[in-house]
C-alpha cells in the first residue's frame, strides 16, 4: 500500500492503530483505577495561600481534571480516534517498542519522507497527565494573584522582579535562600516570563514532581508543590512515561523521521500540549522532528497555537504543528455540561472551519515573514493541513500562492485517512503538493476493533459525501464500459 501510494505521489503516516476490544464497563473501571491516585489527595482549590474557592471559574477548572467514571470509557461519542487504557508498566513498554519498529519502518519504507503518530496515553498512566494539567492551571492562577493577568503567563509580560515585589509587598521574605532558588529558576528572556518553572527540569528524571512544581504561599512565604500528592509508585511511572517519550523522539532524530502527537481529550491536553513543547525544544533544534496537534473545533485552538508559535521563537526551536477539526466534540460536549464548565467547543460548523482558516493563516503569515528573512529561518515552520474538506484544502492552496509559498518548500503539507477523500489526496500529489495518508499499523487482530468503529464513522460520512460516491459511480461506469473493471493504473510519481 505504501509503495503503490507513493507512486502517485502520496506518502505515509503510519499510526499505530491497536485498541483492545473492552465492555464498557471495562473500559470505565480500568480508566479509574488508572486516572486516580493512590495518595491521599486533597482536591482543594484553595492553595498557596490563595482562596481558589471565591473564584468559580477557577473552581471548575479544578474539577475538569478530576476522574469521572461516567466518562471513563473515552471510546464513547469518539469514532474518529483510538482509544488506548492504561493496563501497566510493561504494556507501556510494549507500545513503546510497537512505536520504534513504526520509526524505523518509516525510514525505511518511505526513506524518512513519511511520518509516525502516537499517542502519549499510550506511554504512561493517564493520572499523571490529568495531575500536570491541573499543574498548569494552578499555576496560571498563582500568577494571575501576583500580577493581575489572567490567562497564560507567556502573554502577562512579568519578570521575577516584578514577583519578587509582589512578594515584598504580601510580607515575604525574598531574602530567604528558597525564594531566592525559586525566582532564580524561573524561566523567562528580555521579554518577560515563559513559564513559572523551568519545565525543561522534567528532562532530568531525577527532579521529582513535587520538588519541581513549587511556589511561595503568599502569606506564609513557605514553597508549597501545587501538585497533589503522588506515591513513590506514581513518581517511578512518571519518570518512567518521560524516559518512553524521550526514547520515541531520539529514535526519531536518530533516523530522521517526524513524529505527530495526536491530541487527545481537553483534559488531558494541556499536559500534553506542555510535554510536547518541551519535546520540541530539545529535539527539533535542527528542523521539525516533533510535531504538535491542534483541534480547531476548541475555543482555545488559536490562542493556544499563537502562543506556541512565540514560545518556539523566543526559545528558538523548529515549530511543527498539525491543524485538524478534531475528535472529542461530542464527548467534550456532554462532559463540560454534567460537570458544570463551559463547553470548550466552538457553537458550529463554521464558527471551528474559521477557527481553523485563522490558525492556518497565523502558520502561513509566520511561514512567508521567516521566508522573507532569509534562507536559514525559511524552515522553521512546518504545518500539515490535516483536513478532508475541500474548502480548506482550496483556502490552503489558495494562501500558499498568494503567500508565494511553493510545495517544493515543504513547509506545509496536506493529509487524509487511507480510504477517504482519495478525490483530494491524488490529486493533490500529483500535482506536486506534500501529501499523506494515514496508514494504520499493527497485527491484523488487535488493530480489528480501532477499524470497526472507523468503518462505522464512514458509513455516517459516505451519507454526507455525495460527490465521492457520484464519482466512484462514474469510475465504475467508466471501467464497465471499457471493458476494464480490474485495471490497475501505474504510478511514477515522485512524492515532493
Not at 278 to 301: G, P, R, S
Request: net charge neutral; charged share 30%.
Amino acid at each position: 500500500t505504501i509503495d503503490r501510494m507513493k507512486g502517485f505521489g502520496v506518502k505515509s503516516i503510519l499510526d499505530y492503530s491497536v485498541e483492545e476490544d473492552l465492555s464498557q464497563q471495562e473500559a470505565e473501571q480500568r480508566e479509574m483505577e488508572s486516572c486516580v491516585s493512590d495518595a491521599a489527595k486533597d482536591i482543594s482549590v484553595n492553595f498557596a495561600g490563595i482562596p481558589g474557592e471565591k473564584d468559580q471559574a477557577f473552581e471548575h477548572e479544578i474539577n475538569r481534571y478530576q476522574a469521572h467514571r461516567e466518562f471513563g470509557d473515552r471510546r464513547v461519542g469518539v469514532t474518529g480516534a483510538r482509544t488506548f487504557f492504561y493496563q501497566g508498566e510493561a504494556n507501556c513498554e510494549r507500545n513503546l517498542e510497537t512505536f520504534l519498529r513504526c520509526i524505523e519502518t518509516v525510514a525505511t519504507t518511505t526513506h524518512t519522507t513519511g511520518f509516525a503518530a502516537i499517542k502519549l496515553t499510550a506511554l504512561g498512566r493517564p493520572q499523571l497527565l490529568l495531575q500536570l494539567s491541573e499543574v498548569i492551571a494552578r499555576a496560571r492562577k498563582y500568577h494571575q494573584e501576583i500580577t493581575g493577568h489572567s490567562g497564560s503567563v507567556i502573554e502577562g509580560n512579568a519578570d521575577p522582579q516584578m514577583f519578587a515585589n509582589r512578594f515584598k509587598a504580601k510580607g515575604i521574605k525574598v531574602e530567604r535562600a528558597e525564594v531566592q532558588d525559586w525566582l532564580q529558576h524561573m524561566t523567562y528572556d528580555k521579554k518577560g516570563l515563559i513559564h513559572l518553572f523551568s519545565w525543561s527540569g522534567l528532562i532530568d528524571a531525577n527532579i521529582l514532581l513535587q520538588d519541581l512544581f513549587k511556589v511561595p504561599n503568599l502569606k506564609t512565604g513557605r514553597l508549597e508543590p501545587l501538585i497533589s500528592a503522588l506515591t513513590q509508585d506514581e513518581e517511578d511511572q512518571f519518570k518512567n512515561m518521560l524516559n518512553r517519550i524521550h526514547t520515541v523522539f531520539q529514535a526519531a532524530k536518530d533516523l530522521d523521521v517526524r513524529v505527530m502527537v495526536d491530541a487527545e481529550q481537553t483534559y488531558f491536553q494541556p499536559a500534553i500540549s506542555r510535554l510536547t513543547m518541551e519535546m520540541m525544544k530539545k529535539y527539533n533544534t535542527e528542523k521539525a522532528i516533533v510535531f504538535n496537534t491542534y483541534q480547531c473545533y476548541l475555543k482555545e485552538a488559536y490562542r493556544s497555537l499563537i502562543l506556541d508559535v512565540e514560545q518556539a521563537n523566543r526559545q528558538n526551536f523548529f515549530f511543527g504543528a498539525k491543524l485538524v477539526r478534531g475528535a472529542y466534540m461530542e464527548q467534550e460536549r456532554a462532559r463540560a455540561e454534567t460537570l458544570d464548565y463551559p463547553d470548550p467547543v466552538n457553537e458550529n460548523f463554521e464558527a471551528t472551519s474559521e477557527m481553523y482558516h485563522r490558525c492556518l493563516d497565523l502558520c502561513m503569515n509566520r511561514i512567508h515573514q521567516l521566508k522573507s528573512e532569509g534562507l536559514e529561518k525559511e524552515k522553521r515552520v512546518g504545518i500539515m493541513v490535516a483536513s478532508h474538506n475541500e474548502d480548506t484544502v482550496r483556502y490552503a492552496i489558495k494562501r500558499m500562492e498568494e503567500l508565494d509559498i511553493k510545495p517544493e518548500d515543504k513547509v506545509i503539507c496536506f493529509g487524509q485517512l487511507l480510504g477517504m477523500c482519495d478525490q483530494l489526496s491524488f490529486p493533490l500529489g500529483q500535482a506536486g503538493y506534500s501529501v499523506y495518508k494515514y496508514v494504520p499499523y499493527g497485527p491484523v487482530n488487535e488493530v480489528l476493533p480501532y477499524l470497526s468503529r472507523r468503518a462505522h464513522e464512514n458509513k455516517g460520512i459516505l451519507v454526507k459525501l455525495e460527490k465521492e460516491k457520484k464519482l466512484l459511480r462514474q469510475e465504475l461506469k467508466d471501467r464497465l464500459t471499457s471493458g476494464r473493471l480490474f485495471y490497475k493504473p501505474k504510478g511514477d510519481y515522485i512524492p515532493i
